[in-house]
């Protein structure tokens, strides 16, 4: 036993003097060392976004709740259409001084002597000035209820909105604040009797520009943004994808084509308010393109985006196995054969993710429709890319520089539409992603 | 073995990679349904000289080929001569197993559909029966021809690269080490299939293993840097070699 023993210690010790110092102690801290940075890289990064969303979503979820006051308006005849002339003048029903049913009716509702005027006229101005045309179309859609009494749910005034959600501070002297003691305690009277109520804000989703936040809304945002991301992807997608597989697959490899990978690199990186002046300059000033429209915009926005989809598409069709192709040109399948049967389906989860992106980005993008005009004040829904309209993150601008509580709480609201469209559009690239996925 | 008729025809074949030449006035006669293996070092141009005979080197950048190569007399680097034809003419397989990421039926189907060499699913089915069958594969992936190419092992994928190859009809396949990836099971499959494709098809085999060649060719050609050292009867290259680099490479000297 001993003597079987005795080699191995031999050996142990021997090899115990004559260790080298190969520094494992070192090489291992400098892996923990390293994963540290890039634990704390990723802290940080998280922390931020967390930072972010807090924020706009802190600010903005009142946005997605509107003020409402439910109250039996009186269409009365008196008011409406004294002389009896609905019949001859249909400009009659235009032009009625609707409020005026809003206030007798809030006058009766609060109990209020109708001779007080300064009261009066403070009660009324807790109700929207939006009532004018809401109770407009209620009119002129069904005359029949002229004389009669029915309950309609008007906007509250925003300050009363933001009051009633507890964002203005009443301790603050009443002179200074814009909603008075006796409008709060009328407010709240009317909450407790069930006819002043907080609901789904409905509004902000349908509604177009207004200088009164509680009828602001981002409807006609969102059709321009729908018009131009419609554009963008029916322009940028065939163009791009045509242009990488020439370049990619057929162009020769010589100095003009080194140029022109080296400009679309360059293209990428652009500002994209550079592309908003050409824009400016070719379709609108040089091709007569209306201003203001989803058309331009849209085709401004594919310039930019056409270098992004230009390059995922050919990084996705460089990544495809150079096998693949060798075996369909090995069976006798032309060039075109082999691209269109082989190499474009696999690269197609990598196109698709590039494009993806690229939309999303010019989803978000503001300054080159800054300089198209697109920062417009758009009431009415356009109905065709060819008329003026604005985009969501124009829109998000446009509030941005508005001083209104109201419209503080509506810019973040807006980026968290925007944002939710954002998530949407990359949940679609992962799931396209997964569907045209395959190994090989 | 000497009135087998030549299939293709190698003459002065020389290549060039840009400015470095790679293949040296080659003149190498393939003979019709007859296994020829080149062997050789690595680097030696092989491989290239394989390329040249499906004009695979058109896909290489800056690749130049002098020389002529006959295909039953048409030069097949004659402008009058279309690639695609050649290529549905002298089929290829790789050394990698590389079927398409689709199914079975579609890799196999996927040259005779683009050729138009068949055109009702009848005709499809039955192509893909027999080219499976003349691959050895058809028993073990008939109940699965919907499933796709690349869950099958590397010797079942590399034999339906095979079939893939064979389903166009080809005169002559071209493989490149088509076992160099493969265990010996699977190698001796693929070999054994070889032997039994020389009958319908001429064959050219790249190979680095000597036993190999001697195996499943009956000509073997030796490459050495560039230069077509010797071309015999692949007994006499084994046992008698003419060229005394011949012997040093079989006998494992170099290489």
């Known amino acids: 036993m ?158 009363i909105d933001s009051a009633f959600k507890g964002q203005i501070d009443l301790k603050v002297a009443e002179s200074k604040r814009k909603v008075k003691d006796q409008q709060v305690a009328w407010m709240n009277e009317l909450a407790e009797a069930g006819v002043l109520k907080k609901s789904f804000n409905t509004g902000i989703f349908s509604f177009g520009a207004s200088s009164r936040p509680e009828a602001a809304g981002v409807g006609v945002a969102l059709v321009g943004s729908a018009y131009m991301m419609l554009i ?105 054969q082999t691209i269109f049967h082989h190499v474009l389906p696999l690269a197609m989860p990598g196109i698709l993710t590039g494009t993806i992106i690229g939309l999303a980005h010019a989803l978000g993008e503001t300054a080159p429709l800054l300089l198209i005009g697109m920062v417009a004040f758009v009431v009415d829904y356009p109905g065709s890319p060819l008329e003026p309209s604005t985009a969501l993150p124009v829109q998000i601008y446009m509030w941005a520089n508005e001083a209104e509580r109201a419209f503080v709480e509506r810019t973040s609201g807006a980026i968290i539409i925007l944002l939710i469209f954002l998530v949407f559009m990359n949940l679609g690239a992962i799931l396209l992603r997964r569907r045209f996925e395959r190994r090989w | 073995m000497n009135t087998v008729p030549y299939k293709m025809i190698g003459k002065d074949v020389s290549v060039y990679y840009g400015e470095k030449r790679a293949l040296f006035d080659v003149n190498l006669d393939i003979r019709e349904n007859t296994v020829t293996a080149l062997i050789g070092p690595s680097g030696c141009g092989k491989s290239t000289f394989l390329r040249t005979l499906n004009r695979m080197n058109d896909t290489i950048e800056n690749c130049r080929v002098t020389g002529k190569i006959t295909l039953d007399e048409d030069d097949i680097y004659d402008p009058s001569i279309d690639v695609v034809e050649l290529r549905a003419r002298v089929g290829m397989v790789f050394q ?93 499959k693929v070999e054994e299939l070889i032997h039994e494709l020389r009958a319908n098809f001429t064959i050219v085999i790249v190979t680095h293993s000597m036993q190999q060649a001697a195996r499943v060719s009956q000509r073997t050609a030796m490459f050495h840097l560039g230069n077509l050292v010797e071309e015999n009867d692949t007994d006499k290259m084994f046992t008698n070699p003419d060229d005394q680099r011949t012997q040093d490479y079989i006998m494992g000297r170099f290489g």
Not at chain 1, 72 to 90: G, H, L, M, Q, Y
Not at chain 1, 296 to 310: A, K, S
């Open chain 1, 2 to 159: 001993t003597d079987l023993a005795s080699p191995a210690v031999m050996v142990s010790s021997r090899s115990a003097e004559n260790r080298r110092d190969i520094g494992i102690k070192r090489r291992y801290a400098a892996e923990r060392r390293f994963r540290a940075y890039g634990i704390s890289a990723i802290a940080i990064g998280l922390f931020f976004l967390a930072v972010l969303l807090w924020s706009v979503v802190s600010k903005g979820y009142t946005a997605f709740q509107q003020t409402t006051i439910t109250l039996p308006i009186e269409f009365s005849e008196k008011v409406i259409d004294p002389k009896n002339e609905r019949a001859t003048d249909p400009k009659r029903l235009q032009t009625v001084n609707y409020p005026v049913l809003v206030r007798d009716a809030l006058v009766k509702q609060l109990g209020i002597d109708p001779k007080k005027r300064p009261l009066v006229k403070q009660a009324s101005d807790m109700v929207s000035d939006s009532v004018r045309t809401q109770l407009r179309d209620i009119v002129v859609a069904d005359p029949s209820v002229i004389g009669k009494t029915i309950p309609v749910t008007l906007l509250a005034d925003a300050n």
């Open chain 1, 232 to 336: 963008v992807l029916v322009l940028s997608l065939p163009i791009g994808v045509a242009a990488s597989i020439y370049l990619e697959e057929f162009a020769p490899k010589n100095r003009l084509t080194d140029l022109i990978e080296v400009n679309i690199n360059n293209l990428a990186a652009v500002p994209s308010i550079v592309y908003g002046l050409l824009g400016l300059a070719v379709f609108v000033n040089f091709a007569g393109m209306p201003r203001s429209a989803a058309l331009v915009g849209g085709f401004v926005l594919t310039l930019m985006t056409l270098p992004t989809i230009i390059i995922a598409t050919r990084a996705a069709l460089k990544a495809v196995p150079p096998s693949i192709r060798s075996a369909a040109l090995g069976l006798g399948a032309s060039k075109m």
């Open chain 2, 96 to 188: 990698k197993p590389n079927p398409f990421p689709k199914s079975i039926y579609e890799n196999v189907s996927y040259g005779p559909r683009i050729h138009g060499l068949a055109r009702t699913k009848a005709e499809f089915d039955e192509v893909v029966e027999t080219s499976l069958q003349k691959a050895g594969l058809w028993n073990e992936v008939k109940d699965r021809l919907h499933e796709p190419g690349t869950g099958l092992s590397g010797g079942q994928q590399q034999r339906l690269c095979i079939a893939r190859a064979v389903a166009v009809s080809p005169e002559v396949i071209l493989m490149d080490e088509p076992c160099s990836a493969l265990d010996p099971i699977a190698t001796a």
